[in-house]
């Protein structure tokens, strides 16, 4: 009777192998494709992370240069603006600009604190200030310093 089970034995043990083989490989693929599918999503993060970096720095670039034709402009608007007063000083005239440059330079304010408020950098946003402030004292009329 002994010798009957054996084969049987041996036949159950090696189905039971089978099956907790079959089910540790199952358990493994799953685990498998659950790192790779962690890979994967970690892979898309990313790549979303850095096309998002890349869309912010062009927009940084962007908003830089059109900051620093502003400021160009205002540059050149402000020596407008003093040379028309000293030209109207020597001949004894203190008026308004025409309304048209004065117009001009105040849309060109708009503009440069608009750009100002979109750049990240503390230091160009700190700066921009104090270049306007010199630029508003620079164009203020000759009459009205020594008042």
């Known amino acids: 009777m002994g010798s009957g089970w054996l084969p049987v034995l041996t036949s159950l043990i090696g189905l039971v192998g089978v099956v907790v083989g079959y089910w540790s490989a199952g358990l493994n693929d799953a685990r498998r494709d659950r790192r790779a599918h962690e890979r994967e999503r970690e892979a898309r993060a990313s790549d979303a992370n850095s096309a998002r970096e890349a869309r912010r720095h062009e927009f940084q670039l962007e908003t830089l240069l059109e900051l620093e034709d502003a400021l160009q402009l205002m540059t050149r608007l402000t020596g407008r603006a003093v040379h028309f007063d000293h030209m109207q000083a020597r001949r004894g005239q203190y008026t308004q600009l025409p309304e048209q440059w004065s117009e001009e330079m105040h849309n060109n304010g708009v503009d440069v604190r608009r750009l100002t408020a979109r750049v990240l950098e503390d230091d160009v946003r700190d700066a921009v200030p104090r270049f306007t402030k010199v630029c ?12």
């Open 136 to 147: 508003a004292e620079v164009s203020v009329s000759p009459r009205c310093v020594g008042q």
